[in-house]
């Protein structure tokens, strides 16, 4: 069983950043092969907010290109989002994931962005 432990959410104010990290552990973990982050606001459905493969590939939800940054440090694990320019929009709860022979998530980080 993979467990996902994710940190740095919190508070900031628009235009500001945050980093989000989350780490991968387990008995019997196997390095995932796509690990990231997806996000739900109240009222709307849980959206990508950005992936990256084992081999690096990247995807982006259009919502956060040019301010976001997933980067991923196989050796431990664990992933990274690097948020810049953050706006009220960017309220949500984000979910770490990482993709083994199933999909595991973690439990969730509030980030608030007020204006």
């Known amino acids: 069983q993979v467990q996902l432990e994710e940190s740095g959410g919190g508070m900031a104010q628009a235009g500001k950043s945050l980093r989000l990290s989350c780490a991968a552990s387990?008995?019997?973990?196997?390095?995932?092969?796509?690990m990231g982050w997806y996000r739900q606001s109240p009222g709307h459905q849980r959206e990508l907010v950005a992936r990256i493969s084992g081999d690096g590939d990247i995807k982006y939800g259009d919502s956060v290109k040019g301010r976001f940054t997933i980067s991923r440090d196989g050796g431990k694990n664990t992933v990274y989002l690097q948020m810049n320019s953050l706006k009220p929009e960017d309220t949500a709860v984000y979910y770490c994931?990482?993709?083994?022979?199933?999909?595991?998530w973690g439990q969730g980080t509030q980030v608030t962005v007020s204006s």
């Open positions: 994931f990482a993709v083994t022979s199933m999909t595991h």
């Open positions: 387990g008995r019997s973990i196997v390095l995932p092969k796509d």
